[in-house]
């Protein structure tokens, strides 16, 4: 699903920042708009100036890999691999929202947020590609067995001035 602000139609010229909104386990794309009214607050927000209007893309989270038995959690990715969901976010639905959508396409420009599983998938999807997202936000995401901060993410937190910069 794809939210576009209310002046996307009307201001031809003008390209937008993208978040890509992920639910939690248990549910789908569709959370964030039938539930939560994500749509209607966001409306609301831009309206007040309290947002910026941005394009707004929720997926459904759930991938699997070719041969797999099941879709792979953030929590079951082994260190180096990337889960299906992260090739799906990354070589598929980036590069079609950008192709489809006037966005502006760049890391400044795009974030990522998620609720629970979709909260892990957004550490596990941005701390590892810091060159394609500037804006996380992660939301009671559940944490690794023996998470150790140093060297989670790729040691993303490790140096947390150096995170700041980035």
């Not at 386990?25 to 749509?39: H, I, K």
């Not at 007040?48 to 890999?65: D, F, H, N, R, W």
Request: aromatic share 10%; net charge neutral.
């Amino acid at each position: 699903l794809v939210y576009t602000p209310a002046e996307y139609d009307r201001n031809a010229g003008a390209r937008y920042p993208v978040l890509y909104l992920q639910h939690g386990s248990g549910e789908d794309e569709r959370g964030w708009t039938n539930q939560c009214r994500a749509n209607f607050i966001l409306d609301n927000l831009i309206a007040e100036g309290k947002a910026k209007p941005m394009i707004v893309v929720m997926e459904q989270g759930y991938a699997t890999l070719p041969g797999a038995a099941q879709a792979p959690t953030a929590q079951g990715r082994g260190a180096g691999q990337s889960s299906a969901f992260e090739q799906v976010v990354l070589n598929e639905l980036i590069p079609m929202i950008d192709a489809t959508y006037r966005t502006l396409a760049d890391r400044d420009h795009r974030g990522m947020a998620g609720l629970s599983m979709g909260g892990g998938q957004t550490l596990q999807i941005t701390l590892a590609h810091l060159d394609k997202f500037s804006w996380i936000g992660s939301f009671s995401s559940p944490l690794r067995a023996g998470l150790d901060l140093k060297t989670a993410y790729g040691g993303a937190f490790a140096d947390a001035a150096a995170f700041t910069k980035k």
